[in-house]
């Protein structure tokens, strides 16, 4: 028997229910999960005898093993059941923490002073921030000339070859 965590997670929605039912399809809705995932976990546990169906399709019940399992999960040695469930909030937390952490403030401090730096450096001293290569008309006659260069060389490699015959 092989319970993973997602498994411990349905069998405490099914604990922590008004009813202790569980109503698999109502379950994949609100919790925004496929069914198709969640079908083999409740196989699984039904294979297990862990929970069971009475007459109402899809709607599952806690069997005596199951709590007796569910129980001895929250004291034992594996995580608890409970902190399944908050481990999305332990997680925003985490986030909300980063986000107001001084190491932030000082990366943006810093990525504030260094745009700055670079903005500066532009407007005082463009000539750093200027391209060697030819614009517009001036790109044209560019072109025109290194062609030009490159018909007259071979010209000359022409003209030393007759020379040389």
């Not at 411990?8 to 109502?26: C, P, R």
């Not at 745009?115 to 072109?143: C, H, Q, R, W």
């Not at 007259?152 to 490699?157: C, K």
Request: aromatic fraction near 10%; proline fraction near 4%; glycine fraction near 4%.
């Amino acid at each position: 028997m092989n319970i993973t965590d997602d498994h411990i997670v349905i069998l405490g929605a099914i604990h922590d229910s008004n009813e202790q039912a569980l109503n698999i399809t109502e379950f994949c809705l609100e919790k925004q999960v496929p069914k198709e995932k969640v079908d083999p976990l409740v196989n699984d546990l039904e294979e297990y005898d862990m929970i069971e169906t009475e007459e109402e399709e899809g709607v599952y019940y806690l069997t005596p093993y199951g709590y007796e399992y569910l129980e001895k999960y929250d004291y034992g040695e594996k995580k608890p059941r409970k902190e399944a469930f908050q481990d999305f909030g332990r997680l925003n937390e985490a986030v909300q923490e980063m986000g107001s952490s001084k190491a932030l403030k000082r990366t943006t401090l810093w990525l504030l002073i260094f745009g700055v730096l670079i903005t500066a450096l532009m407007i005082f001293l463009p000539e750093l921030f200027k391209t060697d290569a030819p614009s517009g008309l001036e790109k044209n006659d560019y072109i025109m000339r290194a062609a030009d260069s490159i018909r007259s060389e071979s010209n000359v490699v022409d003209t030393l070859n007759n020379i040389s015959e």
